[in-house]
T-cell receptor, first 114, second 116 residues
Framework: GAVVSQHPSWVICKSGTSVKIECRSL??????MFWYRQFPKQSLMLMAT?????????EQGVEKDKFLINHASLTLSTLTVTSAHPEDSSFYIC??????????FGPGTRLTVL | AQSVTQLGSHVSVSEGALVLLRCNYS??????LFWYVQYPNQGLQLLLK??????LVKGINGFEAEFKKSETSFHLTKPSAHMSDAAEYFC??????????????FGRGTSLIVHP
């Protein structure tokens, strides 16, 4: 299957700072990427759908000004958590859409806001 | 609208026993169905997918799933559990949204516990 990487794999930051997470499709071009948030022992919560060259589509209840998504190329999408607070601490996972509607997931980024 | 229900947040089996993880879906159009596995602190890996071809789908690691339209089910099975199968399993459905786009919906997940 296709390979998707995420960087960083974990990050600790102070409250009020911003954190950028990168999601890269390493061996294929992804016109669509998805960003999820996962709480411990829970399912994935879709935050937004990221399409290359256009604005991301955010799910209801997700603050687009707080979670900035940029999909500048067919292999890179970034999620920036702005003015992070402790309640933003979570496991963030990206995925890239395959041609058959399957998704190829990154390994996730553990964010801890102090 | 689409939805996925995974019955049982935890399933516990002995090593060598049959694994059965249940998934029921609702979809207004013929769906694409998926099973993913997540090991601790990792992303999800695709186990198998159904795309309206054969109703019995074989995946990696000896898993398979059968699409039953009359029961709107897509249960995941494996004849003999291995300790390394212990993980979180997610069923997902995908419907087209128009314009070639689609939105995936995941079930809440089932934690598979394998006892020696």
């Amino acid at each position: 299957g296709a390979v998707v990487s995420q960087h960083p794999s974990w990050v600790i930051c102070k409250s009020g700072t911003s954190v950028k997470i990168e999601c890269r499709s390493l061996d294929f071009q992804a016109t669509t990427m998805f960003w999820y948030r996962q709480f411990p022992k829970q399912s994935l919560m879709l935050m937004a759908t990221s399409n290359e060259g256009s604005k991301a589509t955010y799910e209801q209840g997700v603050e687009k000004d707080k979670f900035l998504i940029n999909h500048a190329s067919l292999t890179l999408s970034t999620l920036t958590v702005t003015s992070a607070h402790p309640e933003d601490s979570s496991f963030y996972i990206c995925s890239a859409a395959g041609a058959g509607r399957e998704q190829f997931f990154g390994p996730g980024t553990r964010l801890t806001v102090l | 609208a689409q939805s996925v229900t995974q019955l049982g947040s935890h399933v516990s089996v002995s090593e060598g026993a049959l694994v059965l993880l249940r998934c029921n879906y609702s979809s207004s159009v013929p769906p694409y169905l998926f099973w993913y596995v997540q090991y601790p602190n990792q992303g999800l890996q695709l186990l198998l997918k159904y795309t309206s071809a054969a109703t019995l789908v074989k995946g990696i690691n000896g898993f398979e799933a059968e699409f039953k339209k009359s029961e709107t089910s897509f249960h995941l099975t494996k004849p003999s559990a291995h300790m390394s199968d212990a993980a979180e399993y997610f069923c997902a459905v995908s419907e087209p949204q128009g314009g070639g786009s689609y939105i995936p919906t995941f079930g809440r997940g089932t934690s598979l516990i394998v006892h020696p």
